[in-house]
């Protein structure tokens, strides 16, 4: 059965104290990885797109990577702006889309 | 224009009420998606529209009812709804329903409320 896994589900960090983020996914087959970020109360906001194991993407002080297994969301020196929820999605070759639980990440001044 | 818009933003409505939700992109995209999320939860998929034809319908009840007029609008028409069925409901677009054009562009959501 396909399944992703976020992890941890929630995070603390100080400003300035960079972390990473876990997608661990199960498919049959992955067509694409997406990070997505959400406010409360809003929609989700597309950040990346990962297709194939060892491709990067950055932006700003976001970085995504991916394996045969996992993705990270590695976040360099947070700013409280970056204070989120943090989704990651699978598109498998059965044509589905899975979503993740999400990480709800919190950054202190 | 990189958005996609939902109308209403929030919406009561009893049990017995019959309402729409109204969702529209002008971003050229030909697959459309309708989502429910419950609080501290992810979108669960509820269907997709793929170039006007319902591609995707996740064993979602009777009672929600889509409907893609054309390529840009996307409606969810309600009807005898119940309290569980209280969520915020999001519409998403995408430059095709596969492959490397499955970024899903979402708008704000409609927060439904159901007495």
């Known amino acids: 059965e396909d399944q992703v896994t976020q992890s941890p589900e929630a995070l603390r960090l100080q400003e300035g104290e960079s972390s990473s983020l876990n997608c661990s996914y199960t498919?049959?087959?992955?067509?694409?990885l997406f990070w997505y970020r959400q406010d409360p109360g809003k929609g989700p906001e597309f950040l990346f797109t990962l297709y194939s194991a060892g491709e990067e993407k950055e932006k700003e002080r976001l970085k995504a990577t991916l394996t045969k297994k996992e993705s990270f969301l590695h976040i360099t020196a947070p700013k409280p702006e970056d204070s989120a929820t943090y989704l990651c999605a699978v598109y498998s070759s059965a044509s589905k889309i899975i979503f993740g639980s999400g990480t709800r990440l919190s950054i202190r001044p | 224009d990189t958005e996609v818009t939902q109308t209403p933003k929030h919406l009561v409505m009893g049990m017995t009420n019959k309402k729409s939700l109204k969702c529209e992109q002008h971003?050229?995209?030909?697959?459309m998606y309708w989502y429910k999320q419950k609080a501290k939860k992810p979108p669960e998929l509820m269907f997709v529209?793929?170039?006007?034809?319902?591609?995707i319908n996740e064993s979602v009840p009777s009672r929600f009812s889509p409907e893609c007029p054309n390529s840009s609008l996307l409606n969810l028409h309600l009807h005898a709804l119940q309290p569980e069925d209280s969520a915020l409901y999001l519409c998403a677009s995408s430059q095709g329903s596969g492959g490397a054009y499955n970024e899903q562009f979402f708008g704000p959501g409609t927060r439904l409320t159901v007495l």
């Open positions: 529209y793929s170039y006007e034809k319902l591609s």
């Open positions: 498919v049959s087959g992955l067509r694409g």
């Open positions: 971003m050229g995209h030909r697959a």
